[in-house]
């Protein structure tokens, strides 16, 4: 009877932890429902609907873009590139080689022309010391032919630079080429840096590359330059600018959950869909996943109320899909893919099994033990 009693025990012991699977099973879960989603403490829920994905769609600003676009060319038509030191200029004054100091094959005119001196001065026969550092080249030419005047009837001066030392963008970061840019006499804008510094490496951030300026920091994004046709941030550069091409880093999406392979996406030169981040992670298991529980937790920044916003697709129709494809991600969102109950019950199955398997081995090794002694 102890004996009898005791695999009884085994036995109900056995059932309980079977039958309490569900309330203890591993693996997330996020409560929801499709007809009514609940609301909690910390985050905002919001259903993915064509209404939404057509209220998030970026809406360019003609008007706004078109008054940029305006200023930004008359920045770029009234550039004109200020000497300083170090820079070579080439002066001729025509009719008087004398003058010119001669250039050929054995001597380029960086060489042979005049270099602007620590001083901001350059020295040239007949009228000494001119200042030019912060001056045009028409500006200087206009002062060298005047002072020349009383030596010579009608000079006529031609000025050039030689040689732009003076003045350099750095380009840092993942670009092909980092390095330094010297500034000329052809304006550069972030987008001619860029291209300058041999495009961007396949590991770079297109979404937040970091303009150093006069000790301030500005993020620009070049997806929205190129992709979006937003050109209010290819900004003039100058002097001392420095523009950093970080790797992607944060500029990521995360699926998890119920899908094939889970696994950090990275963001660089185009946006990702929800479809598209869910397939290439290898689509969500249908036979475990909860098609009504995809989510997007997206994070905003500044928000102190909410931790962050969840938004829902409701896949158990497959056209619904289709939404999924025009729902653009955000670098850190996380994508998660909740289990069905039957998938958290399949969990508590498959991690009892082998326990409850042993006790049945060991209760039936005790009964045939116990029939062969009764036997002799």
């Avoid at 590991?203 to 992709?227: F, P, Q």
């Avoid at 653009?328 to 009892?352: A, F, K």
């Amino acid at each position: 009877m102890r004996r009898s009693s005791f695999i009884n025990l085994l036995l109900a012991l056995s059932g309980a932890i079977l039958l309490s699977g569900c309330a203890y099973s591993p693996g997330s879960h996020f409560q929801s429902r499709t007809e009514s989603a609940p609301v909690d403490d910390l985050v905002d829920i919001e259903p993915i609907t064509l209404g939404l994905i057509n209220a998030q769609r970026p809406a360019l600003d003609a008007d706004r873009l078109s008054e940029v676009s305006k200023e930004q060319r008359a920045q770029i038509e009234a550039y004109d590139y200020r000497i300083g030191k170090g820079d070579v200029l080439s002066i001729i004054v025509y009719d008087h080689p004398e003058l010119t100091i001669p250039t050929g094959s054995e001597r380029s005119a960086a060489e042979a022309g005049n270099t602007v001196h620590q001083d901001g001065t350059i020295f040239y026969p007949f009228i000494g010391d001119v200042d030019v550092v912060g001056r045009t080249v028409t500006e200087v030419r206009d002062e060298i032919a005047r002072r020349l005047d009383p030596f010579i009837a009608e000079p006529q001066v031609e000025v050039k630079i030689a040689a732009f030392n003076s003045q350099e963008v750095k380009v840092t970061g993942e670009v092909s080429e980092p390095g330094r840019l010297p500034i000329t006499n052809v304006p550069m804008t972030v987008l001619d840096a860029i291209s300058l510094a041999g495009g961007l490496a396949p590991g770079a951030n297109w979404h937040d590359v970091i303009l150093l300026r006069d000790g301030n920091r500005r993020s620009l994004s070049l997806y929205d330059m190129l992709n979006e046709g937003d050109l209010s941030e290819d900004l003039l550069l100058g002097d001392g600018d420095v523009l950093h091409v970080p790797d992607l880093g944060s500029q990521q999406v995360f699926v998890m959950g119920e899908v094939g392979e889970p696994q950090a996406l990275p963001m660089g030169r185009s946006r990702i869909s929800l479809t598209e981040a869910l397939s290439r992670a290898g689509s969500f298991d249908e036979a475990q996943a909860d098609a009504s529980g995809i989510f997007v937790f997206r994070r905003h920044a500044g928000r102190s109320d909410k931790l962050a916003t969840v938004y829902q697709l409701d896949a158990r129709n497959a056209a619904a899909m289709v939404l999924g494809t025009e729902f653009l991600l955000e670098p850190t969102d996380v994508v998660y893919v909740t289990t069905t109950s039957l998938g958290r019950w399949n969990r508590v199955i498959n991690q009892l099994l082998p326990t409850v398997t042993a006790v049945y081995q060991v209760t039936r090794t005790t009964r045939d033990v116990n029939d062969l002694r009764d036997d002799i």
